[in-house]
């Protein structure tokens, strides 16, 4: 599975949208970009994932680039409960063993 | 939908000594998940099952970790002896197959 690089910590004023970067340049052709995040004291949730096309559901905006090497996780209005860790997550979704290799994330604090 | 059910929620136990974690997939979802998260750090996979099979446990210290899946539901991880370094939350986590993953709120260990 291919590494992915993300900043530590991102600051973002409530009601504003929060953009989360992620590398991604490794990627294969096979691998999808996952989003999870772990709010304080409970397990990682589900947020978004794409392979190629953008992606958009109730939490947030995928955009995925191009050449797929990056890719931005958009939460359009943030409030005080998306503070969380954000993880960034590229994975062969059709694998046999499907497994998640979580890195150290993107801390994201949302401010009144 | 019931979600992953863990239990339990905190451990406090002395080096040495043995611990068992409890999870309860939700129900139809044939793939299970345990994560081990050190503080600071995002989760790593120890174990996955598909059913009552392993499918991944390279990341499983084997000579005091052990996990079973007798009948392809619950689950139970086991440390014995428990070392200070195994201080962490445990995630337990299901998925139907291919699909994403839901996560328990997992389990606190701390070994003094």
């Known amino acids: 599975d291919a590494k992915t690089t993300q900043p530590p910590s991102m600051d973002c004023a409530e009601g504003r949208a929060a953009n989360l970067p992620c590398n991604h340049s490794t990627i294969s052709g096979n691998e999808y970009v996952y989003w999870y995040r772990q709010i304080h004291s409970q397990g990682p949730q589900y947020i978004i994932h794409g392979l190629k096309n953008n992606e958009t559901n109730e939490m947030a905006s995928l955009i995925i680039t191009e050449d797929r090497k990056s890719s931005t996780l958009i939460l359009p209005h943030a409030t005080l409960r998306d503070t969380a860790v954000y993880y960034c997550i590229v994975r062969v979704a059709q694998s046999n063993t499907g497994k998640l290799i979580f890195g150290q994330g993107t801390t994201l604090q949302v401010k009144p | 939908e019931a979600g992953v059910a863990q239990s339990p929620r905190y451990k406090i136990i002395e080096k040495r000594q043995s611990v068992a974690f409890w999870c309860n997939p939700i129900s139809g979802h044939a793939t299970l998940y345990w994560y081990q998260q050190i503080l600071g750090q995002g989760p790593k996979l120890l174990i996955q099952f598909q059913n009552n099979g392993v499918v991944d446990d390279s990341q499983l210290p084997k000579d005091r970790f052990s996990a079973e899946r007798l009948k392809g539901v619950d689950s139970t991880l086991k440390i014995q002896p428990a070392k200070l370094e195994d201080s962490a939350v445990y995630l337990c986590?299901?998925?139907?197959?291919?699909?994403?993953?839901?996560f328990g709120s997992g389990t606190q260990l701390s070994v003094l």
């Open positions: 986590a299901s998925s139907r197959a291919r699909e994403k993953l839901f």
